[in-house]
C-alpha cells in the first residue's frame, strides 16, 4: 500500500510563491507516475499537473502553464510542485496523487490527467492567495 502527505501549503499574497511537496512511503516512488489536483470550494477536482514514472514527461493546465513546476526526486521519494506568481484564483486545496499502470505497460512517457486515473490520494494541504 502507498501512502503519500502533502505539505508546504499556506497563506500567501497575490504575485507571491509557494513549494509543495508530496512525500510517498510504501513503495518505490520511481515506478509511479504522479500528478497534483486541487479543489476549490463548491468546485470540482481539476488537474493541475502530473510527470510521468520515468521522469521524462509532464503535463500542466493551461491556467498553470509557465507558473508552475512540477518533479520528482525519487532518491528522496517525494514529488513536488513549485508555484510562482500565485493568484487568488488558485486558491484551493491542492492533492497529489500517484499511479503504477504505466510503469507495469511499460509507457515510459505518458501521464493521466484525469483524477479517476489515479489510484493513491494524499489528505490535501491548504493553498490561499490573498489578492
Known amino acids: 500500500q502507498v501512502q503519500l502527505v502533502e505539505s508546504g501549503g499556506g497563506l500567501v499574497q497575490a504575485g507571491g510563491s509557494l513549494r509543495l511537496s508530496c512525500a510517498v512511503s510504501g513503495r518505490p516512488l520511481s515506478r509511479y507516475g504522479l500528478g497534483w489536483f486541487r479543489q476549490a470550494p463548491g468546485k470540482a477536482r481539476d488537474f493541475v499537473a502530473a510527470i510521468s514514472w520515468s521522469g521524462g514527461n509532464t503535463g500542466y493546465a493551461d491556467s498553470v502553464k509557465g507558473r508552475f513546476t512540477i518533479s520528482r526526486d525519487n532518491a528522496k521519494n517525494t514529488v513536488y510542485l513549485q508555484m510562482n506568481t500565485l493568484k487568488p484564483e488558485d486558491t484551493a486545496v491542492y492533492y497529489c496523487?500517484?499511479?503504477?499502470?504505466?510503469?507495469?505497460?511499460?509507457?515510459?512517457?505518458?501521464?493521466?490527467?484525469?483524477?479517476?486515473?489515479?489510484?493513491?490520494w494524499g489528505q490535501g494541504t491548504q493553498v490561499t492567495v490573498s489578492s
Open positions: 496523487a500517484a499511479e503504477d499502470r504505466n510503469y507495469y505497460n511499460s509507457r515510459s512517457y505518458v501521464y493521466f490527467r484525469r483524477w479517476n486515473d489515479y489510484d493513491y
